[in-house]
């Protein structure tokens, strides 16, 4: 059963445009959120975080929004750029727990000229 | 500055051969992750290293599998007896401490082809 669910495989956004990326939760005991951004055979880059008490952090161009009670949150990226192109994962652990983080299955991004 | 890097950064292999997956961390990180990740899936926790020690290897798939770690630097995950299953990506990860106040760091991955 997965823990952690991103369930657009894909989305495709306009240059200049916001691309909105989506990720569901199912353990309430995750506090602890992360974005990776990987592009093709390199590993997963770090992009952004946020912990469980707060329900927005930013950074630069990224903004990651936090919903506790619907067990979702979201990336946004704004102005889109061509290199934001890749795959971003959401991932989540919880205080107690090895570290280990728990990840989506990802969401490609294209990001159209 | 260095980052995470790993080695072989492919490795094909016939089944039943025993494969040996290397990882440097970050100098100075002294927790270190291995991840697996399997064509179209997501990122699957394998093991983790606070200093040299593992305190939890539930994660292992199976008893095939087993990682240890040197001067709280290198290392390096076995693989005996490969499967066709075991074909996937390898990442290692490591950051400043463990928990969830670090993030992680990750290598470029091992590709691993088990033919």
């Known amino acids: 059963d997965q823990q952690v669910k991103q369930n657009s495989p894909s989305l495709s956004v306009q240059e200049g445009r916001i691309s909105i990326l989506n990720c569901d939760y199912t353990n309430s005991m995750f506090d602890y959120f992360l974005w990776y951004k990987k592009y093709p055979a390199e590993g997963p880059t770090f992009l952004i975080s946020?912990?469980?008490?707060?329900d927005k952090n930013e950074d630069g161009r990224f903004t990651v929004f936090l919903n506790k009670s619907a067990k979702h949150l979201s990336l946004h990226i704004v102005p889109s750029q061509p290199g934001d192109s890749a795959v971003y994962f959401c991932a989540a652990s919880r205080t107690g727990s090895q570290g280990n983080l728990i990840f989506g299955k990802g969401t490609k991004l294209s990001v159209k000229p | 500055g260095a980052g995470v890097s790993q080695s072989p950064s492919n490795k094909v292999t016939e089944k039943g051969k025993d494969v040996e997956l290397r990882c440097d961390p970050i100098s100075g990180h002294t927790a270190l992750y291995w991840y697996r990740q399997r064509l179209g899936q997501g990122l699957e926790f394998l093991i983790y290293f606070q200093g040299n020690s593992a305190p939890d290897k539930s994660g292992l798939p199976s008893d095939r599998f087993s990682a240890e770690r040197t001067g709280e630097s290198v290392s390096t995950l076995t693989i005996q007896r490969t499967q066709q299953e075991d074909s996937a990506v390898y990442l290692c990860?490591?950051?400043?401490?463990?928990?969830?106040?670090?993030?992680?760091?990750f290598g470029p991955g091992t590709r691993l082809l088990v033919l």
């Open positions: 990860a490591s950051s400043l401490v463990t928990g969830t106040s670090g993030a992680q760091y």
């Open positions: 946020i912990s469980s008490i707060k």
